[in-house]
């Protein structure tokens, strides 16, 4: 049993309350993986407006960095909210205390699956077409000329999303 030397025992009534209480109790604890718990924003509209950015760049397959959030969280402030730019900083700070609000963190991106459209009827049909084509060539002729190129024009390997996301094919100069 665990002591808490506390100066007089808690009441009966007291540990009544407390356990009919408990799930409103443990549902207003905020909780962060370091024990730390996150205070309120000022400007929670903030928040909300850059969570749906980041969702929407994030269902398109198009990478978001900090500089691509600040410029849209200053536009949104100022236009939509009018918010004077004096009263929020927008700082480094300030952005990677709203990453752990929001639940977001910078991740890589991986492989070529987003270059893909998998629900394309035409694949298998263009598969077939490209084995005809490779079918006179002995297998150590060919070669996957995608691979030898110069990069030209990539783009970037790394996302803020809030899970990990396919990649997108590196563009090269051949």
Same mark, same amino acid.
């Given at each position: 049993?665990?002591?808490?030397?506390?100066?007089?025992?808690?009441?009966?009534?007291?540990?009544?309350?407390?356990?009919?209480?408990?799930?409103?109790?443990?549902?207003?604890?905020?909780?962060?993986?370091?024990?730390?718990?996150?205070?309120?924003?000022?400007?929670?509209?903030?928040?909300?407006?850059?969570?749906?950015?980041?969702?929407?760049?994030?269902?398109?397959?198009?990478?978001?960095?900090?500089?691509?959030?600040?410029?849209?969280?200053?536009?949104?402030?100022?236009?939509? @909210?009018?918010?004077?730019?004096?009263?929020?900083?927008?700082? !480094?700070?300030? &952005?990677?205390? *709203?990453? =752990?609000?929001?639940? +977001?963190?910078?991740?890589?991106?991986?492989?070529?699956?987003?270059?893909?459209?998998?629900?394309?009827?035409?694949?298998?049909?263009?598969?077939?077409?490209?084995?005809?084509?490779?079918?006179?060539?002995?297998?150590?002729?060919?070669?996957?000329?995608?691979?030898?190129?110069? @990069?030209?024009?990539?783009?970037?390997?790394?996302?803020?999303? !809030?899970?990990? &996301?396919?990649? *997108?094919? =590196?563009?090269?100069? +051949?």
């Amino acid at each position: 049993m665990k002591k808490f030397n506390l100066d007089q025992p808690l009441a009966q009534q007291t540990i009544s309350n407390i356990l009919k209480n408990a799930e409103t109790l443990y549902s207003n604890i905020n909780v962060v993986n370091n024990g730390k718990s996150l205070k309120t924003t000022r400007y929670p509209q903030l928040d909300d407006e850059i969570v749906k950015f980041v969702t929407d760049m994030n269902n398109n397959n198009l990478p978001v960095n900090r500089d691509s959030i600040l410029r849209y969280v200053r536009h949104i402030a100022q236009v939509k @909210y009018r918010i004077p730019e004096k009263e929020i900083s927008f700082s !480094s700070g300030w &952005l990677t205390k *709203l990453f =752990k609000r929001i639940g +977001v963190k910078c991740s890589p991106m991986h492989g070529e699956s987003a270059s893909v459209d998998i629900s394309s009827e035409n694949i298998q049909n263009e598969l077939r077409k490209i084995e005809e084509l490779l079918e006179p060539y002995d297998p150590v002729d060919i070669m996957n000329f995608d691979e030898t190129g110069l @990069y030209y024009q990539q783009p970037p390997r790394r996302t803020i999303c !809030s899970e990990s &996301l396919g990649g *997108l094919k =590196k563009v090269k100069l +051949v």
